[in-house]
């Protein structure tokens, strides 16, 4: 197994902003893109963001474009979600999620990490 | 956006029966670019199946993917015990990439 240990999840207040990391070892981080996937409690899963191996290149989903940023320090082997103007509805359990390319796209998330708690509540 | 249905929703099959599992996309998967997911309780998701029929690393023989185009399958050949799970597929061949809703395979 390849380990992701993700980190940075809690309560905030509508409106507050978060920063996740998601920590990887046992591959060469820069070989590939990552990405975060979310879980709303009791639901399926959707894609949220994701970055090249060389983080010159990012996506968005259109539910999170404008107020999540996704980067990362391939010195660090470390990839990050920043996440401003936090809503209610993006309350959810995060993953990070290791691509099977280095470009973004078209590439299936061959590693998982176990995820962090997101919750937006006043 | 291609959006996927899978169905059922709930399968309950007994322990060494065979299960199938639907995933129908709304338009076709360039390349077949299909993937399947097992997710257990408290879990993350673990990569069954990727490119519609090819097994992961570490993904047992009893699982097979198959099908093309809109309509492809998750076969599970004598479930075991430790089968019961959700799983979900996924296409990765246009973005954004989606997931479909999810079978929860259960114990009948």
């Known amino acids: 197994e390849v380990p992701l240990l993700e980190s940075g999840g809690g309560l905030v207040q509508p409106g507050g902003s978060l920063r996740l990391s998601c920590a990887a070892s046992g591959f060469t981080f820069s070989s590939y893109a990552m990405t975060w996937v979310r879980q709303s409690p009791g639901k399926g899963l959707e894609w949220v963001a994701s970055i090249s191996g060389r983080g010159d290149v990012t996506e968005y989903a259109d539910s999170v474009q404008g107020r999540f940023t996704i980067s990362r320090d391939n010195s660090k082997n470390t990839v990050f979600l920043q996440m401003s103007s936090l809503r209610v509805e993006d309350t959810a359990l995060y993953f990070c999620?290791?691509?099977?390319?280095?470009?973004?796209?078209?590439?299936?998330?061959?590693?998982w990490g176990q995820g962090t708690l997101v919750a937006v509540s006043s | 956006e291609i959006v996927l249905t899978q169905s059922p929703d709930t399968l309950s099959v007994s322990p060494g029966e065979r299960a199938t599992l639907s995933c129908r996309a709304s338009q076709s998967v360039s390349s077949n670019f299909l993937a399947w997911y097992q997710q257990k309780p408290g879990q993350a998701p673990r990569l069954l199946i990727h490119t519609a029929s090819d097994r992961g690393t570490a993904t047992p023989d009893r699982f097979s993917g198959s099908g093309s185009g809109t309509d492809f399958t998750l076969t599970i050949n004598r479930v075991d015990p430790e089968d019961f799970a959700v799983y979900y597929c996924q296409q990765y061949g246009s973005s954004p990439r989606t997931f479909g809703q999810g079978t929860r395979l259960d114990f009948k």
């Open positions: 999620a290791k691509d099977s390319l280095l470009y973004v796209g078209r590439a299936y998330h061959s590693r």
